[in-house]
């Protein structure tokens, strides 16, 4: 064993204190730098040589400390947990988003929302009852509906808009998603390539990790990690980053639903999760769904108000259904805006069994020869000793339009129940439109106030009879004001629960951002400790150094000198 | 926040604390903002429940706001129809005086034709009472389009149908009286019998005693519709008061389901701001030391 054993032992210790020093230093430095993690030496003791020899032998102890590699302190578990925490919880951030926008956009409950339309729209109906004489309370009538059919076209344009702006984010996301993927594909490379020569990654592969947390948000990427240091990182099972190399992703809006497509094989990704995934199903299910929600509103609205308005239809009383006195019933009626024709029934006894039958056959051809067969069907019900109920339906897309022919009672006689507007024309209909985003007050009564169907045939020419039924589907169970109302609960029912899952979802992150910090969090306590200690350790080797020195000296001036 | 079984970095603890004084300030922010809307049903979500009810009674109190307009015109319509069928039973009374006059008394044909010319009068006031208008319409005219109810020949024009007005959300009731209903179908009519009335009192006062006897008839018919008249009206009168009294109560409870209740909602609001100063100072003393003030 050499004599200058002892100096390279300290040498040793004094390389590994200052190591140790100085990474103490850089915790330091980054205390407060984003996705650092705290490195520290690893140190192992050097033994002596363990070779066996023939001849020689080694007399020494131990040859002083190495640093064995630099160790960063990340936990892969967490990590992982956290990555879909991340992506949970901004899945979510996006559902509360859209639902609170929801919520703002229909501004109930208040005055200024659809409830308070449709109650403006009902006592319009009663005002014009109460006087339906009277031009101004019509002309008020055809205002709040516009307003109200106005309201749904806004409300739903308002929807489709947000779906829109939505699809636009998420295509900005997706390719956010593309250049981050790539550049952690990029360092994965880096990363590997170092250690392969063995040099410490701990600095670079901080930030690719820094990275992975920005996929997670994006996209809950679900992480493995990979050989030397690298990362695989995929979505749903499918690799998006494996090593050094990524896969892209594109956005697919051709059609409904949205998709998000792999470049490679179109073949749709399943994105659930982060905001990608939110925004996902922001765009098909929960916009779209709230659409057809109001887009049912809108045609129980229609549907209501209709059947009240343009139903041609009478009931002739059990007393009444012997006209084999009256002659010729007759009215006139019109096929889509056309020339009104006369129709002309035979009034006969249709008093027993069979009289709805006749009756009905009699009315069909009567309707048939004035506006063409197969345009409208006449329905005719009811056994013998009571009433018949007698219809008219114009088929498809036909509108029929009723009036009195003259003096001729026909009309109010077959056809009494039908609503007729200020100028004797029955039939019209209300409302039109098949969605929230079409509903509008139908052409034929735009503008024109005595169009609107206050009273019925056989009301007389005041009668305000059928504005007074209309009025009162504002209270009606099943009427599209309750219909609304449920809507509005359900949108806040489920506003509600999801703000309640995010609130929920943000404090397990939280959580777990804890647990992470926890474990790779600089504590400047510790790091003081630490340098305290590589200090004192440094002192002691430096005093080791000269207690070997001076015992060399000992040696090299002391000894040889006896007698001198 | 979870108190930690963790390791404390000092950056876990700085954003612990930013993230707690976050609450915190969260917590507070929102009872200022229902402090100061007065409000605290701001959008569905902050109770589903409360939102239908505060939806509900919104369309409600509309309802009852119409309902009421729908009730002074019930009032309007039963009480001038009222007023005039009662003026219409006291001319009554004194044609069943005249013409009870004229029988008993031995009276010449001049004191005679001065009573027939009174019931003559008489007839020509209840025809003006007949045609007695309510907002340009006819009271006893039903729908017909025409202002008159019977044409200066005493002959009914007008159309007789029920006029109803909604006074209750579901409940109707009829607010005019037809006049054929009131004074007699065409040709069997108050107006024919007074003039005969007039006749015989002027030349055949024999007759005299069965026309009176319908003139009873005829009476008795109008004072039921008088009856009738009144109960509806006292109906309507009743809904009215209801119906104020209604919205009074909607408003109430309106108010209670949106509106914010001041006494709590402000000791609410100082307890936040005390929590968020107590949270203020804690984090000023937690996040300020380190061993670096205790080594030299």
């Known amino acids: 064993m050499s004599d200058f054993a002892g100096l390279r032992v300290a040498l040793s210790s004094l390389y590994a204190q200052r190591r140790g020093l100085e990474l103490a230093g850089h915790n330091v430095a980054n205390a407060n730098t984003e996705g650092y993690s705290r490195q520290r030496v690893d140190m192992v003791n050097v033994g002596p040589p363990l070779v066996p020899a023939f001849w020689s032998r080694w007399q020494g102890d131990g040859g002083g400390v190495e640093v064995s590699q630099v160790l960063r302190y990340r936990d892969q578990f967490l990590e992982i947990r956290a990555a879909l925490e991340h992506g949970a919880n901004a899945h979510l951030t996006q559902s509360r988003n859209a639902l609170d926008r929801l919520e703002q956009l229909f501004a109930e409950p208040g005055d200024l929302g659809l409830a308070g339309q449709f109650g403006e729209f009902w006592a319009g109906w009663d005002d014009v009852a109460n006087n339906p004489a009277g031009a101004a309370g019509r002309i008020q009538l055809l205002e709040r509906a516009d307003t109200l059919a106005t309201g749904f076209n806004e409300a739903s344009n308002a929807i489709t808009q947000m779906r829109l702006d939505t699809i636009s984010e998420l295509s900005t996301v997706v390719d956010e998603i593309n250049a981050t993927a790539a550049t952690v594909a990029q360092l994965n490379q880096a990363i590997k390539n170092a250690s392969v020569a063995g040099l410490t990654t701990n600095d670079i592969q901080d930030r690719r990790d820094l990275l992975v947390g920005k996929l997670a948000d994006l996209v809950g990427v679900t992480i493995r990690p990979g050989e030397y240091g690298q990362v695989n990182l995929s979505i749903a099972g499918t690799q998006l980053v494996s090593e050094e190399r990524v896969e892209e992703l594109t956005l697919d809006t051709s059609a409904a639903p949205v998709v998000i497509r792999w470049v490679k094989d179109s073949f749709p990704a399943s994105v659930s999760s982060g905001t990608a995934g939110g925004k996902l199903e922001v765009i098909n299910t929960t916009l779209p769904g709230y659409q057809a929600d109001l887009d049912a509103v809108a045609v129980q609205l229609r549907a209501d108000v209709n059947a009240l308005h343009s139903a041609i239809s009478g009931a002739l009383p059990v007393a009444s259904r012997d006209q084999s006195a009256s002659g010729n019933l007759q009215f006139d009626m019109s096929l889509n805006g056309g020339a009104f024709a006369t129709v002309t029934v035979a009034g006969a006894d249709w008093t027993a069994a069979g009289g709805a039958a006749a009756l009905q056959a009699s009315m069909q051809a009567a309707v048939d020869a004035a506006i063409g067969a197969g345009n409208a069907t006449v329905a005719v019900t009811g056994a013998a000793g009571v009433p018949l109920v007698i219809s008219i339906t114009p088929t498809g897309t036909n509108a029929t339009r009723v009036r009195a022919l003259g003096a001729n009672t026909g009309f109010s006689t077959l056809l009494g129940g039908t609503a007729v507007g200020a100028d004797g024309i029955g039939g019209r209909r209300f409302f039109e439109g098949t969605t929230s985003a079409d509903l509008h007050v139908s052409a034929d009564i735009a503008g024109n106030g005595n169009a609107i169907g206050a009273g019925v045939a056989s009301g007389g020419p005041v009668d305000g009879s059928r504005a007074l039924e209309i009025a009162e589907l504002a209270t009606s169970a099943s009427g599209p004001d309750s219909l609304y109302r449920s809507f509005i609960v359900s949108l806040g029912v489920e506003a509600q629960t999801t703000q309640r899952r995010q609130e929920i979802q943000e404090v397990s992150m939280e959580r777990v951002d804890e647990a992470r910090n926890g474990a790779s969090g600089v504590s400047i306590d510790e790091e003081m400790v630490n340098m305290v200690q590589f200090q004192q350790a440094y002192a002691a080797a430096a005093r080791f150094m000269t207690a070997i020195d001076q015992m060399l000296e000992t040696l090299i001036r002391g000894t040889g000198v006896v007698g001198r | ?296």
Do not use: C
């Not at chain 2, 369309?59 to 309007?76: F, V, Y």
């Not at chain 2, 109560?249 to 006494?263: C, F, G, P, R």
């Not at chain 2, 936040?272 to 003030?293: F, G, H, M, N, W």
């Open chain 2, 1 to 296: 926040m979870p108190s930690s079984e963790f390791r404390i970095a000092h950056t876990s603890l700085a954003r612990r604390s930013l993230n707690n004084l976050q609450d915190n300030l969260t917590r507070l922010a929102r009872v200022q903002d229902e402090v100061s809307s007065m409000k605290k049903l701001r959008k569905p979500s902050d109770s589903p429940v409360d939102t239908v009810s505060a939806m509900r009674l919104r369309s409600d109190m509309g309802r009852n706001e119409q309902i009421s307009r729908n009730l002074d015109d019930a009032m309007g319509w039963l009480g001038v129809a009222d007023n005039a069928i009662t003026s219409t039973v006291e001319q009554l009374a004194r044609v069943r005086d005249l013409a009870i006059q004229a029988r008993n008394a031995s009276s010449d044909s001049v004191a005679r034709g001065a009573l027939a010319s009174e019931v003559e009068k008489i007839r020509e006031s209840i025809l003006g009472l007949a045609n007695t208008q309510f907002n340009g319409r006819a009271v006893f005219g039903g729908t017909a389009s025409t202002t008159a109810a019977y044409d200066s020949s005493a002959t009914y024009v007008g159309f007789s149908s029920v006029i109803e007005r909604t006074i209750a959300p579901g409940v109707r009731v009829q607010v005019n009286v037809n006049g054929d209903d009131l004074f007699g179908t065409p040709g069997d009519d108050l107006f024919g019998e007074l003039t005969l009335l007039a006749n015989a009192i002027r030349t055949n006062p024999a007759d005299l005693d069965t026309l009176v006897t319908d003139l009873d008839t005829r009476t008795t018919t109008v004072q039921t519709r008088l009856g009738e008249v009144g109960a509806r009206f006292n109906r309507v009168e009743t809904m009215k008061d209801r119906n104020s009294a209604d919205a009074l109560t909607m408003k109430q409870n309106l108010s209670n389901v949106e509106d914010t209740d001041m006494a709590q909602v402000l000791m609410e609001l100082r307890m936040q701001e005390v929590a968020y100063q107590a949270a203020l100072q804690a984090t000023a003393r937690a996040i300020q030391p380190s061993l670096i003030d205790f080594l030299r």
